[in-house]
C-alpha cells in the first residue's frame, strides 16, 4: 500500500486491515477512538449481545449532532475470486479497493478526520458532536443503534441531527445526498409440511411447494407508489431453509 497525503485516505485503509466480519469490530472503534479522545470526546464502550458499540461525544449541552455508522463488513466470500486480498487495501486507478472501503470504512474516517478538522477551528464550539458506531449492522442488526438509542433516551440524551455515512451516491462520489432512509420490516414464516419420500410425493407434503404460490403473490403484490424522496415498497424474500 503506497503512503498517501490524505489523513482521511490514511486511516480508511488502517480500518480496513482491521478484518471486522460481522459483528466483530476486530479493534476499528479503539483505533477511532485513539483520534478523538485527544479531541476532547468521551467514548463510551457499549455491549449487546455480541454486538460492540462505540458513543462517543464531545460536548455537554444540545443540540446534538450525530456522526452513524457501523464498522462491520459482509464475509468476503471466496478470495480466490478477488483480484487483491479484501483485507490488505490498495489504490488503483485512482480508487481504493479492500472489503469495506465503501460500505463503509471510508465514511467512518471521514468521520474522524471531519471533527480533527473542527475541533482544531472551533475549539469552543457550541452543543455537541457524537459518533454512534455499532458492529451489527451487515448482519441481524439488532443489538446495535436501537439499543443505543434506547439506552440514549433512558437517561434523556436527544439526538437532534444525525448523518449516516452509508454510500449513496450513483455515478460519483457525493453527487448524491439522501434526506432519510426507508425502514423495514422483517418477519418469519414457518410452513409445516408431511415427511415423505420424493419417490412417493402422494404420501407426502412438500412444504416448499405449499410456500411457493404465496411466497410469488407476496412478490408481486403492489404496496404504494413511494413518493418523492422514496422509491415504492417492494417485498423481498432473503432465505429459505
Not at 31 to 45: D, I, K, Q, V
Not at 61 to 73: I, K, N, R, S, Y
Not at 126 to 136: C, E, H, P, V, Y
Amino acid at each position: 500500500m503506497q503512503t498517501t497525503d490524505s489523513p482521511t485516505l490514511e486511516l480508511a485503509v488502517d480500518l480496513i486491515r482491521r478484518q471486522s466480519v460481522t459483528p466483530d469490530d476486530a479493534g476499528c472503534q479503539e483505533l477511532m477512538m485513539s483520534r478523538l479522545a485527544p479531541l476532547g470526546f468521551t467514548g463510551e464502550n457499549l455491549r449487546f449481545g455480541d454486538t460492540d458499540i462505540l458513543w462517543a461525544r464531545k460536548g455537554s449541552e444540545g443540540p446534538v449532532l450525530a456522526f452513524a455508522g457501523h464498522t462491520d463488513v459482509v464475509p468476503t466470500g471466496p478470495e480466490k475470486n478477488w483480484s487483491h486480498p479484501p483485507f490488505d487495501p490498495v489504490i488503483r486507478d485512482g480508487y481504493l479497493l479492500g472489503r469495506g472501503a465503501a460500505d463503509m470504512k471510508g465514511s467512518l474516517a471521514a468521520f474522524v478526520t471531519a471533527c480533527e478538522r473542527f475541533v482544531a477551528s472551533y475549539p469552543d464550539h457550541r452543543g455537541s458532536i457524537a459518533l454512534l458506531i455499532t458492529s451489527d449492522e451487515e448482519g441481524p442488526a439488532q443489538h446495535g443503534t436501537v439499543k443505543v438509542v434506547e439506552t440514549l433516551e433512558a437517561r434523556n440524551e436527544k439526538i437532534d441531527w444525525c448523518l449516516i455515512g452509508e454510500p449513496s451516491s450513483t455515478r460519483e462520489v457525493g453527487d448524491v445526498i439522501k434526506n432519510g432512509r426507508r425502514g423495514s420490516l422483517h418477519g418469519y414464516l414457518t410452513v409445516h409440511g408431511v415427511q415423505g419420500h420424493v419417490a412417493y410425493p402422494h404420501l407426502a407434503e412438500n412444504p416448499v411447494h405449499l410456500v411457493a404460490p404465496a411466497l410469488d403473490a407476496l412478490a408481486k403484490e403492489f404496496w404504494d407508489n413511494g413518493n418523492d424522496f422514496f422509491p415504492p415498497t417492494t417485498f423481498q424474500i432473503t432465505k429459505l431453509e
